[in-house]
């Protein structure tokens, strides 16, 4: 059964950072393209970055484009999610997901994501 685990959420203060990351029990992580997503109260669950599966490339929905960053280590099978800047509009819970895939794409859509984490909660107070 494969497991996705986020970790690194919490309440921080506008204007701080947060380091999310999702440990993978992925025998094949490296074949796999892995993506964040997020939602908040009320709201569909969005996109926010995504990784291929060597690292190479990375897509970051506008909001996240010059303060996230996501990065991928292969031979821990985990993945993170660098976030900067924090903003209340970025409380949500952040989930991580995860694709076979079989080239460099980076897929931006949930319905092509096969695997997800419970989530982690960020919270960022007004």
């Known amino acids: 059964q494969v497991q996705l685990v986020e970790l690194g959420g919490g309440l921080v203060q506008a204007g701080s950072s947060l380091r999310l990351s999702c440990a993978t029990s992925?025998?094949?992580?490296?074949?796999?393209?892995m993506g964040w997503f997020r939602q908040a109260p009320g709201k569909e669950r969005e996109f926010v970055a995504a990784?291929?599966?060597?690292?190479?490339?990375?897509v970051y929905a506008d909001s996240a484009k010059g303060r996230f960053t996501a990065s991928r280590d292969n031979a821990r099978n985990t993945v993170f999610l660098q976030m900067y800047s924090l903003k209340p509009e970025d409380t949500a819970t952040y989930y991580c997901?995860?694709?076979?895939?079989?080239?460099?794409?980076?897929?931006?859509?949930?319905?092509?994501?096969?695997?997800w984490g419970p989530g982690t909660q960020v919270t960022v107070p007004s």
């Open positions: 997901a995860a694709t076979l895939i079989g080239t460099e794409i980076v897929p931006r859509r949930s319905d092509e994501y096969d695997y």
């Open positions: 992925l025998r094949n992580f490296d074949s796999h393209a």
């Open positions: 990784i291929s599966r060597s690292g190479g490339s990375t």
